[in-house]
Protein backbone atom coordinates (compact mmCIF):
# COMPACT_ATOMS: atom_id res chain seq x y z
CA UNK A 1 0.00 0.00 0.00
CA UNK A 2 1.37 3.03 -0.70
CA UNK A 3 2.52 5.77 1.83
CA UNK A 4 0.56 7.98 2.23
CA UNK A 5 -2.83 5.59 2.15
CA UNK A 6 -1.08 4.13 5.52
CA UNK A 7 -0.15 7.36 6.73
CA UNK A 8 -3.83 8.81 5.86
CA UNK A 9 -5.11 5.68 7.93
CA UNK A 10 -2.90 5.99 10.81
CA UNK A 11 -4.36 9.94 10.92
CA UNK A 12 -7.95 8.90 11.06
CA UNK A 13 -7.16 6.16 13.30
CA UNK A 14 -5.61 8.72 15.22
CA UNK A 15 -2.31 7.33 16.00
CA UNK A 16 -0.35 10.63 14.42
CA UNK A 17 -0.89 13.99 13.41
CA UNK A 18 -2.05 14.73 10.04
CA UNK A 19 1.77 17.17 10.23
CA UNK A 20 3.58 14.13 11.60
CA UNK A 21 1.72 12.31 8.68
CA UNK A 22 3.01 14.64 6.25
CA UNK A 23 6.41 14.64 7.46
CA UNK A 24 6.47 11.04 7.23
CA UNK A 25 5.74 10.89 3.48
CA UNK A 26 8.47 13.78 2.88
CA UNK A 27 10.69 11.90 4.46
CA UNK A 28 9.96 8.31 2.06
CA UNK A 29 9.87 10.59 -0.78
CA UNK A 30 12.67 12.92 -0.42
CA UNK A 31 15.06 11.86 2.80
CA UNK A 32 13.87 14.82 4.07
CA UNK A 33 14.63 17.16 0.85
CA UNK A 34 12.49 19.04 -1.04
CA UNK A 35 9.62 16.68 -2.68
CA UNK A 36 9.06 19.78 -5.46
CA UNK A 37 13.19 19.73 -6.45
CA UNK A 38 12.94 16.11 -6.59
CA UNK A 39 9.87 15.94 -8.74
CA UNK A 40 11.20 18.49 -10.88
CA UNK A 41 14.73 16.71 -10.92
CA UNK A 42 13.04 13.58 -12.10
CA UNK A 43 10.86 14.93 -14.85
CA UNK A 44 13.44 16.38 -16.64
CA UNK A 45 15.78 13.35 -16.32
CA UNK A 46 13.32 11.03 -17.58
CA UNK A 47 12.65 13.71 -20.34
CA UNK A 48 16.35 13.60 -21.19
CA UNK A 49 16.70 10.20 -21.64
CA UNK A 50 13.27 9.25 -23.66
CA UNK A 51 15.18 11.70 -25.80
CA UNK A 52 18.36 10.02 -25.80
CA UNK A 53 16.58 7.06 -26.29
CA UNK A 54 14.62 8.23 -29.37
CA UNK A 55 17.82 9.07 -31.10
CA UNK A 56 19.35 5.99 -30.56
CA UNK A 57 16.42 4.31 -32.26
CA UNK A 58 16.28 7.38 -35.00
CA UNK A 59 20.10 6.36 -35.60
CA UNK A 60 19.20 2.63 -35.85
CA UNK A 61 16.35 2.98 -38.36
CA UNK A 62 18.81 5.36 -40.60
CA UNK A 63 20.04 1.15 -41.28
CA UNK A 64 23.70 1.95 -41.40
CA UNK A 65 25.17 -0.56 -44.54
CA UNK A 66 28.94 0.03 -42.71
CA UNK A 67 28.02 -2.19 -40.05
CA UNK A 68 27.87 -5.27 -40.15
CA UNK A 69 24.82 -6.59 -39.23
CA UNK A 70 26.36 -8.87 -36.70
CA UNK A 71 27.78 -6.32 -35.06
CA UNK A 72 24.86 -3.96 -34.89
CA UNK A 73 23.14 -6.81 -32.72
CA UNK A 74 25.94 -7.31 -30.28
CA UNK A 75 26.33 -3.90 -30.05
CA UNK A 76 23.10 -3.88 -29.30
CA UNK A 77 22.51 -6.73 -26.98
CA UNK A 78 26.06 -5.74 -24.69
CA UNK A 79 24.32 -1.81 -24.03
CA UNK A 80 20.99 -4.27 -23.02
CA UNK A 81 23.46 -6.36 -20.40
CA UNK A 82 25.45 -2.79 -19.39
CA UNK A 83 21.99 -1.17 -18.62
CA UNK A 84 20.64 -3.98 -16.61
CA UNK A 85 23.49 -4.12 -14.88
CA UNK A 86 23.39 -0.77 -13.99
CA UNK A 87 19.42 -1.05 -13.47
CA UNK A 88 20.94 -3.97 -10.67
CA UNK A 89 23.18 -1.79 -9.15
CA UNK A 90 20.74 1.13 -8.74
CA UNK A 91 18.62 -1.18 -6.76
CA UNK A 92 21.64 -2.24 -4.06
CA UNK A 93 22.28 0.81 -3.44
CA UNK A 94 18.61 2.27 -3.24
CA UNK A 95 19.34 5.04 -5.95
CA UNK A 96 15.41 5.08 -7.14
CA UNK A 97 15.99 8.24 -9.67
CA UNK A 98 19.08 6.76 -11.27
CA UNK A 99 16.74 2.78 -11.56
CA UNK A 100 13.78 4.51 -12.92
CA UNK A 101 16.01 6.39 -15.36
CA UNK A 102 18.19 3.47 -16.47
CA UNK A 103 14.83 1.21 -16.11
CA UNK A 104 13.60 3.73 -18.83
CA UNK A 105 16.44 3.78 -21.53
CA UNK A 106 16.21 -0.19 -21.50
CA UNK A 107 12.62 -0.10 -21.95
CA UNK A 108 12.88 2.03 -24.66
CA UNK A 109 16.10 0.09 -25.88
CA UNK A 110 14.37 -2.96 -25.87
CA UNK A 111 11.65 -1.21 -28.40
CA UNK A 112 15.07 -0.33 -30.27
CA UNK A 113 16.48 -4.00 -30.28
CA UNK A 114 12.85 -5.46 -31.90
CA UNK A 115 13.19 -2.72 -34.53
CA UNK A 116 16.68 -3.96 -35.06
CA UNK A 117 15.96 -7.79 -35.24
CA UNK A 118 13.25 -6.83 -37.87
CA UNK A 119 15.58 -4.62 -39.86
CA UNK A 120 18.47 -7.20 -40.02
CA UNK A 121 16.14 -10.00 -40.79
CA UNK A 122 13.73 -8.04 -42.85
CA UNK A 123 10.91 -9.48 -41.40
CA UNK A 124 7.24 -8.52 -42.39
CA UNK A 125 4.69 -8.32 -39.63
CA UNK A 126 2.27 -5.20 -38.31
CA UNK A 127 3.69 -2.60 -36.16
CA UNK A 128 0.96 -3.38 -33.63
CA UNK A 129 3.08 -6.85 -33.29
CA UNK A 130 6.16 -5.38 -32.80
CA UNK A 131 4.78 -3.19 -29.80
CA UNK A 132 3.12 -6.04 -28.55
CA UNK A 133 6.08 -8.45 -28.18
CA UNK A 134 7.79 -5.06 -26.86
CA UNK A 135 5.39 -4.64 -23.85
CA UNK A 136 5.65 -8.17 -23.12
CA UNK A 137 8.90 -8.55 -22.26
CA UNK A 138 9.07 -5.26 -20.68
CA UNK A 139 6.20 -5.99 -18.18
CA UNK A 140 7.88 -7.32 -15.62
CA UNK A 141 10.18 -4.51 -15.59
CA UNK A 142 7.77 -2.13 -15.18
CA UNK A 143 6.23 -3.37 -12.40
CA UNK A 144 9.26 -2.71 -10.56
CA UNK A 145 9.01 1.18 -11.51
CA UNK A 146 10.40 2.91 -7.90
CA UNK A 147 8.16 6.07 -9.62
CA UNK A 148 5.36 6.82 -11.98
CA UNK A 149 7.60 7.14 -15.36
CA UNK A 150 8.29 3.11 -17.17
CA UNK A 151 4.21 2.22 -16.06
CA UNK A 152 3.53 5.46 -17.53
CA UNK A 153 5.50 4.22 -20.63
CA UNK A 154 3.97 0.84 -20.63
CA UNK A 155 0.90 2.25 -20.68
CA UNK A 156 1.17 4.65 -23.46
CA UNK A 157 2.24 1.78 -25.20
CA UNK A 158 -0.33 -0.48 -24.57
CA UNK A 159 -2.54 2.33 -26.60
CA UNK A 160 -0.36 2.49 -29.10
CA UNK A 161 -0.76 -0.91 -29.92
CA UNK A 162 -4.34 -1.34 -29.45
CA UNK A 163 -4.96 1.72 -31.75
CA UNK A 164 -2.19 0.76 -34.47
CA UNK A 165 -4.15 -2.73 -34.46
CA UNK A 166 -7.56 -1.43 -34.39
CA UNK A 167 -6.93 1.08 -37.43
CA UNK A 168 -4.87 -2.13 -39.32
CA UNK A 169 -6.48 -3.50 -42.74
CA UNK A 170 -5.42 -6.98 -40.98
CA UNK A 171 -6.72 -6.97 -38.00
CA UNK A 172 -9.79 -8.62 -36.35
CA UNK A 173 -11.31 -5.63 -36.33
CA UNK A 174 -11.52 -5.27 -40.28
CA UNK A 175 -12.14 -8.70 -40.41
CA UNK A 176 -15.21 -8.19 -38.41
CA UNK A 177 -16.65 -5.15 -39.99
CA UNK A 178 -15.72 -6.25 -43.47
CA UNK A 179 -15.88 -9.40 -45.43
CA UNK A 180 -13.50 -7.85 -47.82
CA UNK A 181 -10.86 -6.67 -45.32
CA UNK A 182 -10.87 -3.39 -46.32
CA UNK A 183 -10.23 -0.57 -43.87
CA UNK A 184 -12.00 0.11 -40.16
CA UNK A 185 -15.41 1.92 -41.28
CA UNK A 186 -15.21 5.55 -40.48
CA UNK A 187 -18.71 4.85 -38.15
CA UNK A 188 -17.25 2.67 -36.08
CA UNK A 189 -14.79 4.68 -34.98
CA UNK A 190 -17.20 6.34 -32.94
CA UNK A 191 -17.13 3.55 -30.84
CA UNK A 192 -13.88 3.22 -30.62
CA UNK A 193 -13.45 5.66 -27.52
CA UNK A 194 -16.05 4.28 -25.33
CA UNK A 195 -14.68 0.88 -25.80
CA UNK A 196 -11.53 2.29 -24.82
CA UNK A 197 -12.89 3.86 -21.26
CA UNK A 198 -14.35 0.29 -20.74
CA UNK A 199 -11.41 -1.36 -20.99
CA UNK A 200 -8.99 1.11 -19.78
CA UNK A 201 -11.31 1.68 -16.57
CA UNK A 202 -11.98 -1.51 -15.82
CA UNK A 203 -7.98 -2.44 -15.63
CA UNK A 204 -7.53 0.98 -13.57
CA UNK A 205 -9.97 -0.95 -11.59
CA UNK A 206 -8.05 -4.33 -11.43
CA UNK A 207 -4.77 -2.59 -10.64
CA UNK A 208 -6.09 -0.48 -7.87
CA UNK A 209 -6.54 -3.65 -5.84
CA UNK A 210 -3.00 -4.07 -6.09
CA UNK A 211 -0.51 -1.92 -4.02
CA UNK A 212 2.38 -2.92 -6.58
CA UNK A 213 0.34 -1.86 -9.47
CA UNK A 214 -0.33 1.18 -7.92
CA UNK A 215 1.06 3.76 -10.88
CA UNK A 216 -0.32 1.28 -13.67
CA UNK A 217 -3.70 2.01 -11.83
CA UNK A 218 -3.29 5.89 -12.12
CA UNK A 219 -2.39 5.87 -15.27
CA UNK A 220 -4.85 3.88 -16.57
CA UNK A 221 -7.49 5.82 -14.79
CA UNK A 222 -6.29 8.73 -16.34
CA UNK A 223 -6.62 7.53 -19.64
CA UNK A 224 -9.75 6.35 -19.41
CA UNK A 225 -10.91 9.61 -18.23
CA UNK A 226 -9.50 11.11 -21.55
CA UNK A 227 -11.07 8.38 -22.90
CA UNK A 228 -14.65 9.07 -21.39
CA UNK A 229 -14.56 13.06 -22.36
CA UNK A 230 -13.76 11.62 -26.02
CA UNK A 231 -16.64 9.47 -26.17
CA UNK A 232 -18.57 12.09 -24.73
CA UNK A 233 -17.93 14.29 -27.79
CA UNK A 234 -18.14 11.36 -29.96
CA UNK A 235 -21.33 10.40 -28.74
CA UNK A 236 -23.18 14.21 -29.24
CA UNK A 237 -21.27 14.42 -32.92
CA UNK A 238 -22.83 10.84 -33.69
CA UNK A 239 -26.30 12.53 -33.44
CA UNK A 240 -25.38 14.77 -36.38
CA UNK A 241 -24.09 12.18 -38.86
CA UNK A 242 -25.89 9.47 -40.62
CA UNK A 243 -23.61 7.13 -40.46
CA UNK A 244 -24.13 3.71 -37.96
CA UNK A 245 -22.00 2.33 -36.12
CA UNK A 246 -22.20 -2.04 -37.06
CA UNK A 247 -23.52 -3.96 -34.25
CA UNK A 248 -20.04 -6.11 -34.76
CA UNK A 249 -17.93 -2.76 -33.79
CA UNK A 250 -19.98 -3.14 -30.53
CA UNK A 251 -19.14 -6.54 -29.37
CA UNK A 252 -16.57 -5.45 -27.23
CA UNK A 253 -18.04 -2.92 -25.53
CA UNK A 254 -20.86 -6.14 -24.70
CA UNK A 255 -17.85 -7.92 -23.20
CA UNK A 256 -16.08 -4.75 -21.04
CA UNK A 257 -19.10 -3.13 -20.07
CA UNK A 258 -20.30 -5.99 -17.06
CA UNK A 259 -16.48 -6.25 -16.28
CA UNK A 260 -16.15 -3.00 -15.88
CA UNK A 261 -19.00 -1.95 -14.23
CA UNK A 262 -18.54 -5.07 -11.79
CA UNK A 263 -15.03 -4.15 -11.41
CA UNK A 264 -15.48 -0.32 -10.62
CA UNK A 265 -18.72 -1.04 -8.24
CA UNK A 266 -16.53 -3.50 -6.02
CA UNK A 267 -13.47 -1.73 -5.80
CA UNK A 268 -12.96 -1.41 -2.21
CA UNK A 269 -11.45 1.67 -1.12
CA UNK A 270 -13.41 4.39 -3.69
CA UNK A 271 -15.93 6.59 -2.46
CA UNK A 272 -19.11 5.56 -3.65
CA UNK A 273 -20.37 8.25 -5.38
CA UNK A 274 -17.41 8.13 -7.34
CA UNK A 275 -18.04 3.96 -8.39
CA UNK A 276 -21.77 5.42 -9.20
CA UNK A 277 -21.07 8.56 -10.96
CA UNK A 278 -18.57 6.40 -13.33
CA UNK A 279 -20.46 3.39 -13.84
CA UNK A 280 -23.33 6.02 -15.18
CA UNK A 281 -21.04 7.30 -17.38
CA UNK A 282 -19.73 4.31 -19.22
CA UNK A 283 -23.33 2.87 -19.46
CA UNK A 284 -24.84 6.43 -20.96
CA UNK A 285 -21.36 6.14 -23.35
CA UNK A 286 -23.05 2.77 -24.40
CA UNK A 287 -26.07 3.67 -25.11
CA UNK A 288 -25.88 6.62 -27.64
CA UNK A 289 -25.08 3.78 -29.89
CA UNK A 290 -27.34 0.92 -29.03
CA UNK A 291 -30.59 3.01 -28.72
CA UNK A 292 -30.46 4.09 -32.94
CA UNK A 293 -29.76 0.21 -33.34
CA UNK A 294 -32.58 -0.63 -31.34
CA UNK A 295 -34.91 1.68 -32.58
CA UNK A 296 -33.81 3.00 -35.84
CA UNK A 297 -37.35 4.57 -36.44
CA UNK A 298 -36.67 7.02 -33.40
CA UNK A 299 -33.18 8.09 -34.62
CA UNK A 300 -34.12 8.40 -38.35
CA UNK A 301 -33.51 11.58 -38.49
CA UNK A 302 -29.50 12.21 -37.50
CA UNK A 303 -27.25 13.72 -40.08
CA UNK A 304 -30.51 15.63 -41.41
CA UNK A 305 -30.15 18.80 -39.00
CA UNK A 306 -32.95 17.57 -37.40
CA UNK A 307 -33.92 19.82 -34.30
CA UNK A 308 -34.62 16.62 -32.37
CA UNK A 309 -31.51 15.08 -33.31
CA UNK A 310 -29.35 18.19 -32.18
CA UNK A 311 -31.29 18.56 -28.88
CA UNK A 312 -30.52 14.62 -28.39
CA UNK A 313 -27.17 15.38 -28.81
CA UNK A 314 -26.81 18.09 -26.53
CA UNK A 315 -28.92 16.43 -23.95
CA UNK A 316 -26.47 13.79 -23.50
CA UNK A 317 -23.18 15.59 -23.65
CA UNK A 318 -24.68 18.32 -21.15
CA UNK A 319 -25.59 15.05 -19.07
CA UNK A 320 -22.61 13.08 -19.17
CA UNK A 321 -20.69 16.63 -19.08
CA UNK A 322 -22.42 17.46 -15.91
CA UNK A 323 -21.96 13.93 -14.40
CA UNK A 324 -18.29 14.01 -15.29
CA UNK A 325 -18.38 17.48 -13.46
CA UNK A 326 -19.59 16.02 -10.12
CA UNK A 327 -17.37 13.17 -10.73
CA UNK A 328 -14.26 15.49 -10.57
CA UNK A 329 -16.08 17.48 -7.50
CA UNK A 330 -16.24 14.08 -5.50
CA UNK A 331 -12.29 13.38 -5.84
CA UNK A 332 -11.97 16.84 -4.85
CA UNK A 333 -10.50 18.14 -8.34
CA UNK A 334 -11.40 22.02 -8.54
CA UNK A 335 -9.67 22.57 -11.85
CA UNK A 336 -11.33 19.62 -13.82
CA UNK A 337 -14.36 20.43 -12.17
CA UNK A 338 -14.42 24.01 -13.34
CA UNK A 339 -12.96 23.20 -17.24
CA UNK A 340 -15.96 20.41 -17.02
CA UNK A 341 -18.27 23.41 -16.20
CA UNK A 342 -16.98 25.67 -19.31
CA UNK A 343 -17.29 23.01 -21.41
CA UNK A 344 -21.37 22.76 -20.62
CA UNK A 345 -21.49 26.44 -20.73
CA UNK A 346 -20.46 26.33 -24.48
CA UNK A 347 -22.04 23.24 -25.13
CA UNK A 348 -25.01 25.59 -24.28
CA UNK A 349 -24.16 28.03 -26.55
CA UNK A 350 -23.66 25.48 -29.35
CA UNK A 351 -26.67 24.23 -29.01
CA UNK A 352 -28.65 27.61 -29.42
CA UNK A 353 -27.46 28.68 -32.37
CA UNK A 354 -27.68 24.90 -33.61
CA UNK A 355 -31.47 25.51 -33.07
CA UNK A 356 -32.44 29.07 -33.65
CA UNK A 357 -29.72 30.22 -35.91
CA UNK A 358 -30.79 33.24 -34.52
CA UNK A 359 -28.79 36.13 -32.45
CA UNK A 360 -32.01 37.22 -30.62
CA UNK A 361 -33.75 34.33 -29.73
CA UNK A 362 -29.70 32.87 -29.37
CA UNK A 363 -29.78 35.41 -26.57
CA UNK A 364 -32.93 34.94 -25.20
CA UNK A 365 -32.63 31.19 -24.71
CA UNK A 366 -29.49 31.52 -22.97
CA UNK A 367 -30.37 34.61 -20.64
CA UNK A 368 -33.33 32.05 -19.58
CA UNK A 369 -31.16 29.16 -19.35
CA UNK A 370 -28.45 30.65 -17.30
CA UNK A 371 -31.13 31.79 -14.75
CA UNK A 372 -32.41 28.76 -14.37
CA UNK A 373 -28.79 27.07 -13.80
CA UNK A 374 -28.22 30.13 -11.04
CA UNK A 375 -31.40 29.29 -9.30
CA UNK A 376 -30.64 25.50 -9.43
CA UNK A 377 -27.87 26.15 -8.10
CA UNK A 378 -28.46 28.05 -5.12
CA UNK A 379 -31.52 26.06 -4.07
CA UNK A 380 -29.24 22.10 -4.51
CA UNK A 381 -26.63 24.17 -2.37
CA UNK A 382 -29.29 25.06 0.30
CA UNK A 383 -31.31 21.77 0.26
CA UNK A 384 -27.78 19.82 -0.19
CA UNK A 385 -27.77 18.75 3.23
CA UNK A 386 -31.51 17.35 3.34
CA UNK A 387 -30.75 15.92 -0.34
CA UNK A 388 -27.86 13.85 0.65
CA UNK A 389 -29.34 12.65 4.21
CA UNK A 390 -32.62 11.50 1.71
CA UNK A 391 -30.21 9.73 -0.84
CA UNK A 392 -28.57 8.00 2.64
CA UNK A 393 -31.95 6.97 3.58
CA UNK A 394 -32.95 5.69 -0.11
CA UNK A 395 -29.19 3.38 -0.45
CA UNK A 396 -29.38 1.87 3.28
CA UNK B 1 24.62 -17.99 -2.79
CA UNK B 2 22.14 -15.28 -1.68
CA UNK B 3 21.56 -13.55 -4.66
CA UNK B 4 19.76 -10.30 -3.66
CA UNK B 5 16.56 -8.77 -5.82
CA UNK B 6 15.85 -12.07 -7.75
CA UNK B 7 13.03 -10.31 -9.00
CA UNK B 8 14.66 -7.86 -10.67
CA UNK B 9 17.07 -10.29 -12.14
CA UNK B 10 14.47 -12.29 -13.32
CA UNK B 11 12.62 -9.56 -15.33
CA UNK B 12 15.68 -8.15 -16.98
CA UNK B 13 16.90 -11.69 -17.72
CA UNK B 14 13.60 -12.19 -19.02
CA UNK B 15 13.57 -9.25 -21.50
CA UNK B 16 16.68 -10.46 -22.49
CA UNK B 17 16.37 -13.51 -23.06
CA UNK B 18 13.26 -13.19 -25.38
CA UNK B 19 15.12 -10.83 -27.29
CA UNK B 20 17.81 -13.52 -27.47
CA UNK B 21 15.06 -16.23 -28.23
CA UNK B 22 13.60 -14.13 -31.62
CA UNK B 23 17.01 -13.39 -33.09
CA UNK B 24 17.48 -16.83 -32.53
CA UNK B 25 14.66 -18.12 -34.00
CA UNK B 26 14.76 -15.66 -36.97
CA UNK B 27 18.21 -16.67 -37.68
CA UNK B 28 17.48 -19.99 -37.69
CA UNK B 29 14.40 -19.23 -40.61
CA UNK B 30 17.11 -17.48 -42.78
CA UNK B 31 19.38 -20.32 -42.46
CA UNK B 32 17.78 -23.76 -42.11
CA UNK B 33 15.49 -23.46 -44.59
CA UNK B 34 15.48 -24.16 -48.18
CA UNK B 35 16.93 -21.47 -50.83
CA UNK B 36 14.11 -20.31 -53.63
CA UNK B 37 15.18 -17.07 -55.64
CA UNK B 38 11.57 -15.55 -56.76
CA UNK B 39 11.74 -12.66 -59.30
CA UNK B 40 9.93 -9.20 -57.89
CA UNK B 41 8.12 -6.52 -59.25
CA UNK B 42 6.73 -3.09 -57.44
CA UNK B 43 2.86 -3.17 -57.09
CA UNK B 44 2.33 0.47 -56.40
CA UNK B 45 4.46 2.94 -57.42
CA UNK B 46 3.25 5.68 -54.45
CA UNK B 47 4.08 2.41 -51.90
CA UNK B 48 7.20 1.16 -53.46
CA UNK B 49 9.25 3.02 -50.66
CA UNK B 50 8.12 3.54 -47.26
CA UNK B 51 10.21 5.03 -44.74
CA UNK B 52 13.63 2.73 -45.44
CA UNK B 53 12.12 -0.21 -47.19
CA UNK B 54 11.37 -1.27 -50.25
CA UNK B 55 7.93 -2.90 -50.59
CA UNK B 56 7.23 -5.18 -53.79
CA UNK B 57 5.87 -8.30 -54.99
CA UNK B 58 6.59 -11.54 -55.49
CA UNK B 59 6.35 -11.99 -59.70
CA UNK B 60 3.84 -15.04 -59.53
CA UNK B 61 2.40 -14.89 -63.13
CA UNK B 62 0.11 -17.87 -62.18
CA UNK B 63 -3.01 -17.56 -60.37
CA UNK B 64 -2.35 -19.59 -57.32
CA UNK B 65 -5.27 -17.62 -55.42
CA UNK B 66 -8.63 -19.76 -54.83
CA UNK B 67 -9.88 -16.54 -54.24
CA UNK B 68 -9.64 -12.54 -53.08
CA UNK B 69 -8.89 -13.20 -49.32
CA UNK B 70 -7.49 -17.04 -49.17
CA UNK B 71 -5.94 -17.75 -46.20
CA UNK B 72 -3.94 -19.75 -45.76
CA UNK B 73 -2.05 -20.93 -49.35
CA UNK B 74 0.38 -22.90 -49.98
CA UNK B 75 2.63 -22.85 -53.11
CA UNK B 76 4.87 -25.45 -54.50
CA UNK B 77 7.64 -24.04 -56.29
CA UNK B 78 9.25 -26.37 -58.15
CA UNK B 79 13.40 -24.77 -58.94
CA UNK B 80 16.37 -25.86 -61.02
CA UNK B 81 19.96 -24.31 -60.82
CA UNK B 82 18.11 -21.27 -58.82
CA UNK B 83 15.36 -20.83 -62.20
CA UNK B 84 12.15 -21.59 -60.97
CA UNK B 85 10.17 -23.98 -63.50
CA UNK B 86 6.91 -24.33 -62.40
CA UNK B 87 4.64 -22.95 -59.51
CA UNK B 88 1.34 -24.56 -58.45
CA UNK B 89 -0.73 -24.70 -55.31
CA UNK B 90 -0.62 -27.66 -52.75
CA UNK B 91 -2.69 -28.10 -49.71
CA UNK B 92 -0.43 -28.01 -47.13
CA UNK B 93 3.56 -27.12 -46.46
CA UNK B 94 4.15 -31.18 -45.90
CA UNK B 95 3.28 -32.38 -49.47
CA UNK B 96 6.52 -31.43 -50.85
CA UNK B 97 8.23 -34.88 -51.60
CA UNK B 98 4.95 -36.43 -53.25
CA UNK B 99 3.95 -33.18 -55.65
CA UNK B 100 8.23 -33.04 -56.38
CA UNK B 101 8.41 -29.47 -55.07
CA UNK B 102 11.41 -28.04 -54.31
CA UNK B 103 10.07 -25.95 -51.43
CA UNK B 104 6.45 -24.76 -50.20
CA UNK B 105 5.65 -21.39 -49.46
CA UNK B 106 3.21 -20.29 -47.22
CA UNK B 107 0.90 -17.01 -47.96
CA UNK B 108 -2.32 -15.65 -48.22
CA UNK B 109 -3.91 -13.76 -50.62
CA UNK B 110 -4.68 -10.22 -50.29
CA UNK B 111 -6.88 -8.69 -52.82
CA UNK B 112 -6.63 -11.67 -55.10
CA UNK B 113 -2.14 -11.53 -54.90
CA UNK B 114 -0.39 -13.73 -53.12
CA UNK B 115 1.59 -12.24 -50.03
CA UNK B 116 4.14 -14.60 -48.22
CA UNK B 117 5.58 -11.32 -45.30
CA UNK B 118 8.63 -11.50 -47.10
CA UNK B 119 7.32 -7.90 -49.19
CA UNK B 120 9.31 -5.94 -47.04
CA UNK B 121 13.11 -5.41 -47.45
CA UNK B 122 15.00 -2.94 -45.33
CA UNK B 123 17.70 -0.74 -47.32
CA UNK B 124 20.19 2.49 -46.01
CA UNK B 125 18.59 5.47 -46.38
CA UNK B 126 21.25 7.18 -48.71
CA UNK B 127 20.69 4.39 -51.16
CA UNK B 128 16.64 4.19 -50.84
CA UNK B 129 15.95 6.16 -54.52
CA UNK B 130 18.50 4.03 -56.45
CA UNK B 131 16.93 1.18 -55.10
CA UNK B 132 13.81 2.28 -56.00
CA UNK B 133 14.25 3.20 -59.33
CA UNK B 134 16.09 -0.16 -59.77
CA UNK B 135 13.21 -2.43 -58.67
CA UNK B 136 10.51 -0.21 -60.10
CA UNK B 137 12.32 -1.16 -63.24
CA UNK B 138 11.16 2.11 -65.59
CA UNK B 139 12.62 2.49 -68.82
CA UNK B 140 16.48 2.76 -68.61
CA UNK B 141 16.14 2.01 -64.95
CA UNK B 142 15.34 -1.57 -65.90
CA UNK B 143 16.74 -3.81 -63.81
CA UNK B 144 16.37 -7.70 -63.34
CA UNK B 145 15.24 -7.87 -59.72
CA UNK B 146 14.96 -11.19 -57.54
CA UNK B 147 14.56 -11.87 -54.11
CA UNK B 148 16.72 -14.95 -52.36
CA UNK B 149 14.19 -15.93 -49.65
CA UNK B 150 14.70 -19.16 -46.94
CA UNK B 151 11.42 -21.24 -46.77
CA UNK B 152 11.08 -24.00 -43.58
CA UNK B 153 9.35 -27.05 -43.63
CA UNK B 154 6.57 -25.29 -42.23
CA UNK B 155 6.45 -22.91 -45.68
CA UNK B 156 7.36 -19.76 -43.46
CA UNK B 157 9.97 -17.59 -45.46
CA UNK B 158 12.44 -15.48 -44.47
CA UNK B 159 14.42 -12.74 -46.75
CA UNK B 160 18.16 -13.54 -47.36
CA UNK B 161 18.83 -11.36 -49.69
CA UNK B 162 18.13 -8.78 -52.57
CA UNK B 163 19.87 -9.26 -56.00
CA UNK B 164 19.63 -6.88 -58.49
CA UNK B 165 20.86 -8.12 -62.36
CA UNK B 166 22.35 -11.52 -60.06
CA UNK B 167 24.43 -9.29 -58.08
CA UNK B 168 23.93 -8.78 -54.46
CA UNK B 169 22.34 -5.14 -53.76
CA UNK B 170 25.13 -4.03 -52.09
CA UNK B 171 27.40 -4.87 -55.19
CA UNK B 172 25.41 -3.46 -57.39
CA UNK B 173 25.16 -0.06 -55.33
CA UNK B 174 28.75 -0.03 -55.09
CA UNK B 175 28.88 -0.13 -59.10
CA UNK B 176 26.43 2.44 -59.53
CA UNK B 177 27.86 4.77 -57.53
CA UNK B 178 31.30 4.38 -59.12
CA UNK B 179 29.66 4.79 -62.42
CA UNK B 180 27.99 8.08 -61.59
CA UNK B 181 31.53 9.57 -60.48
Given at each position: MKIEKKTSRWVEEGLISSEQGQRIVDFEYTGGKSRWSQIILYSFVILGCCVVSIGLVSLIAANWEDIPETLKLGVAFIALAGLGGGIYWAQLRDREIVFDVLSTIFILWCLATTGLIS??????????EALAFWLAIVLPLSCLGKRSFPPSLWVVGLLATFFTWVLNEESWWAKVFYSDASNVASADLFALPIITALWTLLLASVCARLSKLHYFAVNFSFWGLVAVLVAVLAGDIYYTVDETVSQASLYPAYLFLPLALSAILSQPDAKRREKVLLSVLLFL??????????????FDGRGENEVRMQLLAATYSITSGGLLAFYFAVRSNVRLFHAMTILIGIRFLVIYFQVFEDLAYTGLGLVISGLVIVIFAITWYKLRPRIEAWAQELVR | MNIKHKGLLLALAFSVLALAALTGYKAFKM???????????GYDPRDLLSGHYLTYRLDIKEDVCPGPNADPVFVCVVQRNREILSIGTVESADRRAENGCSAILRGRCRGGRFVAGVERYYVPEQHS?????????????????????????NGRAAVKELLIDNRPWREFVKSETARAR
Open positions: QVFHTGGEPYGLMVYLLPLALPRA | YAGVEVVFPITSLLDRAVRGWGENARQTELVISVDR
